[in-house]
């Protein structure tokens, strides 16, 4: 039987939305269930849309049962957008009933590999058809530049799709030779209902890094977006249904971390947790799963080390330097924002990244193509970025502010080097999230090692040098999940993306990310007749 033909079979998904099912001793408690429609919305670059701003369960936007709401803003001018619903415990409920269903459903579980990689496909296509409108939203609700919205957000969530379905009709079992008298054999089965909690600096791609391998191991979905940047994933939420998947199947709700987000990760009728966030509240979301021992991965984290050696080409390491904590508002977990320099290099690299930045980093208006550098996301964001760099001053930091003024609304920041700090500086150590470097000098490859592994994360590093000998010593060296040897940032979807230490628990992108959405059986036949 093809696919088509049976996801057109008349389902006993109604178009209406449904009262959830009670499963596994949790129900919803809503008598009704609401379709909220969408608003129209025009940004600043004039492009116009409908913006979904329901929760979308079961293929459906709906009303949250409570009424809170989210208010989001534009973070380039402080002007509302729009207000979504906000999720309720209840309504998270409704989201796990509908994904729970949605798993035992013959129009999801019995489709095979291909049948889902076909679907996959579809909403990656549909993704790139809306590209313009995608990264319009991201833009207005997160603040990075429109070139990096579309040159990179849309096109990774859709690339990511395509890349899991790629693995679709290909992730088996194996045979185990125990014998004649026995047949043994694995089986790779879906985890079963996902609870995936993202983050506000890259929404439609982290969204896509969870959706993609989850959905190619045949697992149903809770997406929980950051309250900060609903509107991307909401909007996607038509292209899914759109591209036919089943209801239930994908649902996103928006939510307070603390409402929603804390329902989700403890719910019993969840399977596993996917986190991506800051290590403290990763931290509590693996309190919270812990209480029904669900499978789960965080990628939280980092303060990532970045070594330049006397021999490295300045040019260069200059060069993806400045790319590895400016790039995204320097909002990004593997920003290497710890720039470690050997003595014999160290004042000519601070005078080229200065200058470098103060070329490079353009700030303002993120619609306008010249910005690299967008607002930060939010006032509270901003303010973290100052205090730090407020804190440097007071401890006789040198302050290298290199770029010309910011815009007189909006939540921008000088893109900031500091250097000649005390080495238990807070802004050494801790996570600034925004694009503030720090620089410190060392005198040989044991010092470089031991400041760059002084650290309670190990989510990424990078190395400058032209000695392939002393490149690998300290890639292997380095206490970290990635490292890039003359680059920075320079993730690939093809390739394992986490952290060791503080920095995460599991991996996602790559084979390796599939390895968290699938359960191994094992399976053993007695054939002896005994
Ligand atoms: P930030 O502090 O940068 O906003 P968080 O780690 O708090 O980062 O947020 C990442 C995601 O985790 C968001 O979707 C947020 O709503 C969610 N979240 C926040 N607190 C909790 C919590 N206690 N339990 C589950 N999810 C949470």
């Known amino acids: 039987m093809s696919y088509c033909f049976r996801l057109s079979q008349p389902a006993r998904w109604g178009v209406k939305p449904r009262l959830a099912k009670r499963s596994r001793g949790f129900a919803s408690s809503a008598s009704t269930w609401l379709p909220v429609l969408p608003i129209n919305l025009t940004a600043p670059n004039s492009r116009s849309w409908k913006q979904p701003v329901g929760l979308f ?25 729009c207000s979504v619903h906000a999720a309720s415990g209840h309504d998270v409920d409704r989201a796990v009933s509908a994904a729970r269903d949605a798993l ?54 859709s690339s990511v799709l395509r ?49 993609g391998p989850a959905l190619c191991c045949g697992n149903t979905i809770v997406l929980k977006l950051a309250e900060l940047t609903p509107l991307s994933m909401l909007y996607v939420g038509d292209l899914i249904r759109e591209a036919g998947f089943p209801p239930g199947v994908i649902n996103i709700v928006n939510g307070h971390g603390h409402v929603a987000g804390a329902a989700l990760a403890e719910h019993e009728g969840v399977d596993k947790i996917a986190f991506t966030g800051s290590t403290k509240t990763g931290k509590d979301v693996m309190r919270l799963a812990s209480g ?65 930045t103060a070329k490079t980093s353009v700030v303002g208006d993120p619609f306008d193509e010249k910005t690299y550098q967008g607002p930060q996301v939010s006032k509270a964001q901003l303010d ?50 925004g ?35 002393r490149a690998h010593r300290v890639a292997r060296e380095l206490e970290a999940g990635m490292v890039w040897v003359n680059s920075s940032n320079d993730s690939d979807i093809r390739m394992p993306f986490g952290g060791i230490k503080e920095s995460g628990i599991g991996r996602e992108l790559g084979e390796e990310g599939l390895r968290g959405y699938y359960n191994v059986k094992a399976v053993q036949v007695n054939l002896s007749g005994q």
């Open 384 to 433: 973290r970025v100052n205090l730090f760099i407020s804190a440097a001053k007071a401890c006789g930091g040198t302050i290298h502010q290199p770029s010309a003024s910011l815009p007189s609304r909006g939540f921008f920041v000088q893109p900031t080097i500091l250097t000649d700090l005390p080495a238990s500086h807070p802004a050494l150590h801790e996570e600034i999230f």
């Open 104 to 157: 035992r459903h013959p129009s999801w579980r019995n489709l095979t590999g291909t049948d889902r990689a076909r679907l996959m496909v579809r909403l990656a296509d549909l993704v790139d058809a809306h590209a313009e409108t995608l990264a319009t939203i991201e833009t207005m609700d997160n603040g990075k530049p429109y070139t990096v919205s579309l040159g990179y957000d849309v096109p990774d969530l």
């Open 292 to 356: 029904t021992m669900k499978a789960i991965t965080l990628e939280t984290g980092g303060k990532s080390p970045l070594i330049v050696f006397d021999d490295a080409n300045l040019d260069q390491a200059v060069s993806w330097a400045h790319g590895g904590v400016m790039g995204n508002q320097g909002q990004v977990c593997t920003a290497t924002s710890r720039l470690l320099v050997q003595d014999g290099v160290y004042n000519e690299f601070v005078q080229r990244f200065v200058e470098f």
């Open 435 to 469: 694009p503030c470097a720090t620089i410190v000098r060392f005198k040989d490859e044991d010092e470089a090692l031991s400041v760059a592994n002084a650290s309670r994360y190990g989510l990424a590093g990078a190395v400058f040098t032209n000695d392939v000998a």
């Open 163 to 211: 890349y899991y379905a790629g693995f679709a009709d290909k992730n088996f079992g194996k045979t185990v030779d125990l014998g004649p008298e026995k047949l043994a054999y694995t089986t790779v089965q879906p985890v079963g209902v996902c609870g995936q909690i993202i983050p506000w600096n890259y929404p439609l791609s982290m969204a896509g890094w969870k959706l």
């Open 57 to 81: 369960i079961n293929n459906e936007y709906i009303e949250s049962q409570g009424a809170d709401r989210i208010t989001t803003v534009n973070p380039a001018t402080e002007e509302t957008i």
